[in-house]
């Protein structure tokens, strides 16, 4: 049986916040932290500017002469080599913001970035927008800004959330797409990663390829449409189980089609997890046409990937334009910790 809330918190207290166990995870700091009385004022509405927007299109300050990018698709995710992260002057961030927008999901590998500690790390994420403090999922002690992602033997929360009732438990969405301001320029590393061929894999697709498929008229009827997102099943879950709701959830209206502040691409929004239905359909309707775009981005394998993970991979994704997905393909016994820093954007913009 999964391990209740308390126990994980009786789990992480056990595990010494600074030094590595034999057989522990390598970065005992980042281990996935509860506390039920953890609490979080609302979201109040903020400016956003999009650091892409200052960002010289050329790139000199990010693909300096030693960097070497490789396309994975033609429609998104670049994998990058021979640059540090942690070596950006603040025009580069502008330009790596810029990148990620045009590229979708940016694989950085080699990176250094799991070893500057969260003060730098929160320095460098908070230049793409405000961070993001999960209201249900881990975080750190005395850092709520990190997201743990976390399973070993005796931890999957991810199985224990999507169960064992469907014959996948592949699970498309874009992160928090109920909040108001949904992420941006969206960070992820790998701390303890499977061995090749153990699993662990995140899929992601460009939303922005998604609406391109559609007819002309098909693109038309979409446009204006709005859509119900909802953070309250995720909260629900949590309180069942004894686990926090830091914040109380919302339920934003977004638009089905919205456009890039940078780009001015224009993308679905919509995903499975978190979208409830279309506002001023009739139920049937809203399933309907959901189910179809659902269905849709699921079957575009050509408007797809995969991101892998080595010691030391930094994967940067614009959630605003991608859907994604975990793989939840490992054996029980694999241990993978990753860890997020999600920036806030701006309210979705209509097409
Ligand atoms: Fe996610």
Avoid: C
């Avoid at 992480?12 to 030094?19: E, M």
């Avoid at 281990?31 to 892409?52: L, R, S």
């Avoid at 603040?90 to 070893?115: H, M, N, P, T, W």
């Avoid at 899929?203 to 998604?210: G, I, N, R, T």
């Amino acid at each position: 049986m999964a391990p209740s809330v308390a126990e994980i918190k009786a789990t992480s207290d056990a595990v010494d916040l600074n030094q590595k166990k034999e057989n522990g995870p390598s970065y005992p700091f980042y281990y996935p932290h509860f506390d039920v009385n953890e609490k979080f004022p609302p979201m109040e509405i903020f400016q956003f500017t999009d650091a892409g927007l200052r960002a010289d299109p050329a790139k000199p300050h990010l693909l300096n002469a030693n960097a070497t990018v490789v396309n994975i698709s033609p429609y998104l995710g670049t994998e990058i080599t021979g640059l540090q992260i942690s070596q950006l002057s603040s025009e580069g961030l502008d330009e790596l913001a810029l990148y990620a927008a045009e590229r979708k999901v940016l694989i950085f590998r080699d990176q250094d970035f799991k070893d500057l500690g969260p003060q730098r790390q929160i320095e460098i994420a908070k230049h793409f927008g405000p961070l993001h403090l999960q209201p249900t999922a881990a975080n750190i002690k005395g850092y709520p800004e990190f997201t743990v992602v976390y399973k070993d033997p005796s931890l999957d929360r991810l199985r224990e959330h999507l169960g064992d009732e469907s014959i996948t438990r592949t699970s498309w969405h874009s992160d928090v797409s109920y909040e108001k301001q949904t992420p941006g320029t969206t960070f992820f590393w790998i701390l303890d990663q499977p061995r090749p061929g153990e699993g662990g894999d995140t899929l992601f697709l460009s939303q922005v390829e998604a609406y391109k498929r559609l007819s002309p008229e098909f693109q038309k009827r979409l446009e204006g449409l709005w859509a119900v997102h909802s953070g309250v099943q995720h909260a629900e879950f949590s309180r069942k189980r004894g686990g926090p709701v830091r914040r109380e959830p919302i339920e934003p209206v977004h638009p089905l089609v919205r456009v890039h502040p940078v780009t001015g691409e224009k993308a679905l929004y919509v995903n499975p997890i978190f979208t409830r239905h279309i506002v001023g359909f009739k139920k049937e309707e809203s399933e309907y046409l959901l189910k179809f775009l659902y269905d849709h981005m699921a079957k575009g394998a050509d408007f797809q990937i995969r991101a892998t993970y080595q010691p030391g991979t930094v994967v940067v994704w614009d959630n605003r334009i991608t859907a994604h997905s975990g793989t939840a393909d490992m054996d029980f016994s694999v241990r993978r910790h990753a860890v997020r820093l999600t920036p806030q954007a701006e309210v979705p913009i209509a097409a």
